[in-house]
């Protein structure tokens, strides 16, 4: 699942795919310039997510 979502990715431009090519397989992956626009809505995304937990931990469902 998460290799099929780091393809979309990287074909949508957002994200580069480095294969060193080497054994074991060694891949890195960082943001194209048009990723790096997508930083400036990660603080608010983590303010979200902490709200969200605790809006899980308040219902009983917190999250393991």
Do not use: N
Not at 3 to 27: A, T
Not at 30 to 43: D, R, V
């Amino acid at each position: 699942m998460l290799i099929q979502q780091l393809r979309d990715l990287e074909k949508d431009g957002i994200v580069y795919r480095h294969d060193y090519g080497e054994m074991p397989p060694h891949v890195e992956y960082s943001f194209t310039a048009h990723g790096e626009t997508l930083k400036p809505i990660f603080p608010v995304l983590c303010s979200w997510g902490r709200l969200h937990l605790k809006h899980l931990e308040e219902r009983g469902r917190a999250i393991e």
